[in-house]
């Protein structure tokens, strides 16, 4: 279990199971990711919290099993450099025989993790290692720790146009400056600026994206919490999906090309 410990106090808590992320603390102490205490930590099922990464199909959006493979596989660590100013971790996933029954292209996915001055800085890169063209869709499935997600509101959405999946996806578009996170939301925002503030509370987390096009908000409501086995009752007025995503617009990767996509999180405290 790979640990980053900056020399400001921040800390990152990573698996090989899934290149999974399940702890980001900030310099002054606090936790900013949730990962619910019901949460599997055997290796073998997909983590409920934290951050997964989702390769090479986002949720149901093709042939594969839900969110893909990349979620459940182990990652190789690649790399450490554990402690310091800018402490950073980088983990390989390789095609391999129980990838390719699913998915038959030749590829290598890597995340790097690293801290610097407070901020969370992941980067998922994906290499097409075959001769051939293929196409996925992808996202880092960040679950922010909320003090009350039903009265959180999100910035920098406005204009913007989503699949809704909670009105059988209908495309509409995002009249209001602020989305009001006040049940169940489940929302796909296409083609987003690049930029969307958080605000819980006297806090704002900033979510920055770079090669990523699209943002995944997701809660699943106090009567979607139900049906997840795997989430503490009340859990869901603790966390809140904002995640960096590429969906509308599969990713085409030609053979020995890379793609790669960077989300950036920051905490302030609003004035």
């Known amino acids: 279990m790979p640990i980053l410990q900056a020399d400001d106090g921040g800390r990152v808590v990573l698996h090989r199971h899934g290149a999974h992320v399940t702890s980001w603390i900030t310099p002054d102490g606090q936790e900013q990711l949730y990962l619910s205490p019901r ?6 099922s997909a983590i409920r919290g934290g951050v997964p990464v ?3 199909q986002f949720a149901g959006e093709g042939p594969l099993p839900k969110h893909g493979f990349a979620r459940t ?13 800018s402490p950073h971790a980088v983990m390989e996933l390789r095609d391999s ?8 292209h030749p590829f290598t996915a ?9 901020v969370l800085q992941l980067t998922l890169g994906v290499h097409n290692t075959g001769e051939e063209p293929f196409d996925f869709t992808a996202a880092l499935h960040t679950y922010l ?50 930029v969307v503030d ?26 979607g919490e139900a049906a997840l086995g795997d989430l503490a009752p009340g859990g869901s007025a603790h966390m809140l999906c904002v995640e960096a995503a590429v969906i509308g617009a599969p990713v085409v990767l030609a053979p020995d090309s890379v793609w790669s996509g960077v989300q950036r999180l920051t905490v302030s405290q609003v004035q």
């Not at 890597?110 to 407070?118: D, T, W």
């Not at 806090?203 to 994206?209: C, V």
């Open 110 to 118: 890597s995340l790097r993790v690293e801290l610097v001055k407070g």
């Open 145 to 194: 720790r909320m003090d009350d997600a039903f009265a959180a509101r999100l910035r920098g959405l406005r204009g913007v146009r989503f699949r809704d999946s909670t009105a059988g996806g209908m495309v509409k578009t995002q009249d209001d400056a602020e989305l009001a996170c006040t049940g169940e939301v489940n929302r796909i925002y296409l083609d987003v600026p690049g």
């Open 39 to 44: 949460a599997a930590l055997d290796g073998r």
């Open 198 to 223: 958080v605000m819980d509370g006297p806090r704002m987390i900033r979510s920055t994206m770079h090669g990523f096009s699209d943002v995944v908000v997701w809660n699943p409501g106090r009567h």
């Open 54 to 56: 989702i390769f090479p």
């Open 97 to 104: 025989a129980a990838t390719r029954t699913v998915w038959p």
């Open 73 to 85: 596989s182990e990652w190789t660590l690649a790399s450490i450099v554990p402690d310091g100013r």
